[in-house]
């Protein structure tokens, strides 16, 4: 929806930033922001990974109670810094009094809660970050757990976060398809709907993650033939936005390919 609203504006040359725009949905809603509609839909719809199709029939279980516990701050500096996500997205951590602020570009910071010494947690949707220490003290990755999913990022220095955030923010400006995008995308819907996705055509962590949800992508059957693909964009994290009609509905898809031409990430929500 706010995608949406964000290409509708556009065409009347009014511009509007991707987060301003998920601010308006969420009072449209009723609600004081996105985090609040975020956790809202967290709770009430499926796990939202990679490469999974809307179910809203589906039931999320209730976000765990977890217990805060007290961690000093050098210890929370140590763990302030960039991890890499992929070629077009950088986890940033950083310290903010007792907790961990952390944001993934292209998306809202959300303050993370210290449960153990490397473990932390977020109230306001349900994921947790694993911090990985080598023999030697320092930080050297983190792990993501959010939906079922455990995904890993190596620490990065300063030079080369700039470097992906500057590529990521050109590719934004710049509002170009990448080259191989569509027919990946083609190829991806086709195999999901014959259940029988490609698999050497995706990351590891892809290619986990749509084995696990083929279950809920198997609806994307349903919708029958390709009939039509548009380009509507580039995402806040670079990836490419299609329109997708079919015989019998339409979806919004995100794609993004790695140097090697591997679909890295991709995901469907309904939409016209």
Not at 137 to 151: A, C, K, M, P
Not at 183 to 209: K, Q, T
């Amino acid at each position: 929806m706010a995608q949406t609203l964000r290409e509708a504006l556009a065409a009347k040359s009014i511009p509007l930033t991707h987060s301003d725009s998920l601010e308006l949905i969420a009072n449209v809603f009723g609600l004081r922001d996105w985090n609040t509609l975020s956790a809202r839909i967290q709770a009430a719809g499926p796990p939202s990974t990679p490469a999974q199709a809307a179910d809203f029939t589906a039931e999320s279980p209730p976000i765990a109670a977890r217990h805060e516990t007290a961690v000093d701050s050098a210890t929370l500096d140590r763990y302030a810094g960039f991890y890499q996500l992929n070629d077009r997205a950088v986890f940033t951590v950083t310290p903010d009094e007792h907790h961990l602020v952390m944001q993934l570009t292209g998306q809202r910071s959300v303050r993370f809660f210290a449960e153990s010494v490397t473990e932390f947690f977020a109230k306001i949707v349900d994921a947790q970050v694993s911090f990985v220490v080598g023999p030697d003290g320092r930080t050297t990755s983190l792990i993501l757990h959010q939906n079922g999913s455990d995904i890993a990022m190596a620490r990065i220095d300063a030079a080369a976060a700039r470097k992906i955030a500057d590529q990521t923010a050109e590719r934004v400006k710049n509002q170009s398809a990448s080259p191989g995008t569509e027919a990946a995308l083609h190829r991806l819907i086709d195999g999901i709907a014959s259940g029988n996705p490609n698999y050497d055509e995706m990351s590891p962590p892809l290619a986990a993650a749509t084995r696990k949800q083929m279950a809920w992508l198997q609806p994307l059957a349903d919708l029958g033939t390709i009939q039509s693909i548009r380009f509507l964009g580039v995402g806040e994290q670079g990836e490419d936005v299609y329109s997708v009609k079919q015989a019998n509905g339409a979806a919004h898809w995100r794609i993004a390919l790695d140097d090697k031409g591997i679909v890295s990430t991709a995901w469907v929500t309904p939409g016209p």
